[in-house]
């Protein structure tokens, strides 16, 4: 389900990134009169969708809680360049020194939610569904997988324990494909059970598992057309629910559409989160 619920570590997200930047005081909004009041505007640079408004609220809250934010824009949203997406009015030291903080959520999550929007349309009008991994900004996984459902993608297995993923060392250690799937299924846990193959001799052997779902890892387009013709077929002759098939490798923006249209379920895309461009973000006293 591709629900978009907050993370529930929020707090400490913030609390984390707070402690960082801010140490034992800020030294230099301490010149400021602490009395001295003022307004301030986040302007959006580049087009962007927007995520991270839960983040930024949270920084001016645990700063100074007399700070007011008012947004213009929903996370999800899709914001043109030269937008104002908040506007801030309180005590001039709480905005100075929750300003950087507030910004480097607010880019980072935003920069992952554009990408994911941009991976999502690339396959709108297909079955396929874009995926993101574990390869996250440390500390911020919970944060960033928000931002990809924000962003219009999916998301896969939050952490180890979750799901079982038996890839390529783990079939080697487990004795092979049959073997790792049975011990997964054997321990009961519910839990959804993937297993990668790296050819078509390796996906039979899969489909005759319990495996759930099956990684195509760096299958060609062909070979993923005949997986899926395999997969189908198998599913016919032994009227079993079709297994889930995903694909994973270094496709590119414009091997998308085509990737999509082999008939896969999935495609799973690290990029998506490891090789996030921080979208540029302003705040400026009016």
Not at 278 to 286: E, H, K, L, P, Y
Request: glycine share 8%; charged share 30%.
């Amino acid at each position: 389900m591709n629900s978009i619920e907050l993370p529930h570590d929020i707090e400490a997200d913030v609390a984390r990134a707070l402690a960082e930047d801010l140490g034992d005081g800020d030294v230099t909004a301490a010149l400021i009169d602490p009395a001295a009041q003022a307004r301030a505007e986040v302007r959006c640079n580049e087009d962007a969708v927007l995520c991270g408004r839960a983040w930024f609220d949270e920084v001016f809250r645990r700063i100074d809680p007399a700070v007011v934010v008012e947004w213009r824009f929903d996370d999800g949203a899709d914001v043109p360049a030269g937008e104002t997406v908040c506007r801030l009015q309180g005590r001039a030291r709480a905005l100075l020194s929750g300003e950087r903080t507030a910004l480097n959520f607010l880019q980072t999550l935003s920069g992952t939610a554009t990408s994911a929007r941009r991976f999502a349309r690339a396959v709108a009008g297909t079955r396929t569904r874009i995926l993101d991994t574990r390869k996250t900004v440390p500390g911020l996984r919970r944060a960033q997988k928000y931002a990809v459902r924000c962003g219009g993608a999916w998301n896969h297995r939050h952490g180890l324990y979750d799901a079982f993923l038996i890839k390529e060392n783990h079939v080697l250690a487990a004795g092979g494909i049959t073997e790792a799937v049975r011990r997964a299924a054997e321990q009961g846990k519910g839990l959804m059970i993937e297993v990668e193959v790296e050819s078509l001799d390796e996906l039979r052997e899969a489909l005759a598992t319990e495996a759930d779902r099956i990684m195509l890892d760096d299958f060609d387009l062909e070979s993923m057309r005949e997986a899926v013709r395999i997969r189908d077929a198998h599913a016919a002759a032994t009227g079993a629910k079709p297994k889930e098939l995903e694909a994973s490798g270094s496709a590119g923006d414009k091997d998308l559409r085509a990737i999509a249209e082999t008939g896969v379920d999935f495609i799973s895309i690290g990029a998506m989160t490891k090789h996030v461009r921080a979208i540029d973000f302003s705040m400026r006293f009016a």
